[in-house]
């Protein structure tokens, strides 16, 4: 009897044990933790109509200057547009390609108080890829295409959202800043002026906004999809302009014997629209 007495009761100590474990696992909370991530999506550069070459041609450092002929003329009367050159003879580009982009990130995630809401910071290493070209054309005919690619981008942000409901789902905003790889190029079918880039290469500093939600499969795997705007720096790249065999008269060397140039968008912008999935611990 005592035995039987004392088996119901261990049977029913075990019995509370596990119920209250269940019901502590059950009510923790989503969205509280740290976390690391991987994102996949797609990434395109703004492209604005406006975007041209800007030139200094009396080395003054002031890009407002234009390149004119011994008559007077523009010599880039035919104008300039987004995208490389499909030909060097008139103001035709082709399109900048829309590309695939990749990031991994770790945060931390913490609830407000009892409440909805959700705090967090991350840090991220992407590789957009992304490319964005400006070509201009003179009346030569030539063409004169700058390049640019987004290498590497690392960044810390906040995010700040709400996860309504039974919690497993989380709609935030998120915005923060950091440094970006910025690769430049410049290419031309002119023949006769020497062309010398400089800073081909470098790390700008930016900032980015956007957001996303993510829902949670289980306590610890979650699906996401973000949306994320970038603006980085971009001022440092100037082409200089020297004789080559051309003669006096050419239009770059009429008024300072060369002219810099450069583009007129000091900015690299670029839109990314992702999917993510997330391991919490």
Not at 53 to 76: L, M, Q, Y
Not at 133 to 161: C, K
Not at 171 to 176: L, S
Request: proline share 4%; glycine share 14%.
């Amino acid at each position: 009897m005592t035995f039987a007495k004392t088996l119901t009761f261990t049977s029913g100590l075990a019995a509370l044990s596990m119920s209250s474990a269940a019901f502590a696992q059950d009510d923790e909370r989503y969205f509280s933790g740290p976390y690391i991530s991987g994102a996949v999506g797609l990434e395109m550069v703004e492209d604005r109509a406006s975007d041209s070459i800007v030139f200094d041609t009396d080395g003054d450092g002031t890009f407002t200057d234009s390149v004119n002929t011994v008559t007077g003329a523009n010599a880039f009367a035919p104008g300039f547009c987004p995208g490389p050159a499909l030909s060097p003879a008139s103001a035709r580009c082709g399109g900048n390609n829309q590309e695939e982009g990749y990031a991994v990130r770790i945060g931390y995630d913490q609830h407000m108080g009892d409440g909805p809401f959700v705090a967090g910071i991350l840090i991220e290493g992407a590789r957009p890829g992304v490319e964005e070209f400006t070509t201009g054309f003179s009346t030569t005919p030539a063409s004169y295409t700058f390049g640019r690619e987004m290498d590497w981008a690392v960044t810390g942000r906040g995010r700040l959202g709400i996860s309504p409901g039974d919690g497993r789902t989380l709609f935030y905003a998120t915005g923060g800043a950091g440094f970006a790889k910025i690769e430049r190029s410049f290419t031309t079918t002119n023949g006769a002026n020497s062309f010398t880039g400089d800073n081909d290469s470098d790390w700008e500093f930016g900032y980015q906004v956007g957001g996303g939600a993510e829902l949670m499969l289980t306590r610890n795997i979650g699906l996401g999809l973000e949306y994320l705007y970038s603006s980085f720096n971009d001022d440092d790249y100037t082409v200089a302009v020297g004789p080559g065999t051309a003669p006096a008269t050419n239009p770059f060397l009429i008024e300072n014997g060369g002219t810099d140039m450069r583009l007129s968008n000091d900015r690299f912008d670029y839109h990314a629209l992702r999917a993510t999935v997330n391991l919490r611990f």
